[in-house]
């Protein structure tokens, strides 16, 4: 006789078609200071993630949540400078900010906000298919975007910082910042 493990089935994914959609920000990680490679040079720079939920694509992800809303995230360097990809990202869905309000600008002011998405798509090298987010813009005058349906979250290194928030995040999320340039060099103290 012999006893043989069974693999989990892995779940589908849902890949949207590439198009516009309205959507809300709920969620904002600030994933560190993660190092890059640029035009084959390596640097370290500050990361976050933003999340948006996209209220007309609700679906039942398990019986016992009922319909949520499909998500989509975009990863970005923590940066207002003028090459940077959040600038004109932020410039074109809120509003275009003077120089004073982009040197003190605070990220989480875009938890709740509403915008249109812009999604596409890409396959990895190994022939994975994912959702991207290529821009956002404000919604169109006199447009109504849903209320936002998951609960706001905020994680920050330095304002605020918490393990409870930290074990709340995805495993890979939280493997993403344990490589952070804070938790390598004992910037913040190993997990009691």
């Known amino acids: 006789m012999s006893i043989k493990t069974q693999s989990t ?4 994914r849902e890949i949207l078609a590439d198009g516009s959609y309205p959507a809300r920000c709920y969620s904002i990680v600030d994933l560190w200071t993660q190092k890059a490679v640029f035009n084959g040079e390596e640097k ?9 939920e996209l209220p007309e694509e609700m679906r039942v ?18 940066s207002m400078h003028d090459k940077s990809i959040l600038k004109p990202f932020i410039t074109s869905w809120i509003w275009t900010p003077t120089k004073e ?11 709740g906000k509403a915008g249109i998405i812009s999604v596409g798509s890409f396959t990895t090298p190994e022939g994975n298919v994912y959702n991207t987010i290529n821009g956002i813009t404000a919604p169109m005058k006199g447009m109504t975007i849903a ?19 930290f074990d709340t995040l995805p ?8 490589k952070s340039q804070e938790r390598t060099d004992g910037t913040l103290p190993a997990k009691i």
């Open 101 to 111: 309000e982009l040197a003190d600008f605070d990220i989480s002011t875009v938890i």
């Open 147 to 165: 209320d936002q349906i998951n609960p706001s979250f905020e994680m920050s290194l330095y304002d605020g910082f918490s393990w409870e928030k």
């Open 44 to 52: 370290w720079q500050r990361k976050i993630r933003l999340s948006f």
């Open 61 to 78: 992800f398990s019986e016992e949540k009922g319909e949520q809303p499909m998500t989509l995230h975009k990863k970005m360097t923590l």
């Open 9 to 12: 089935p892995k779940r589908e």
């Open 171 to 178: 495993d890979f999320i939280k493997e993403e910042i344990e």
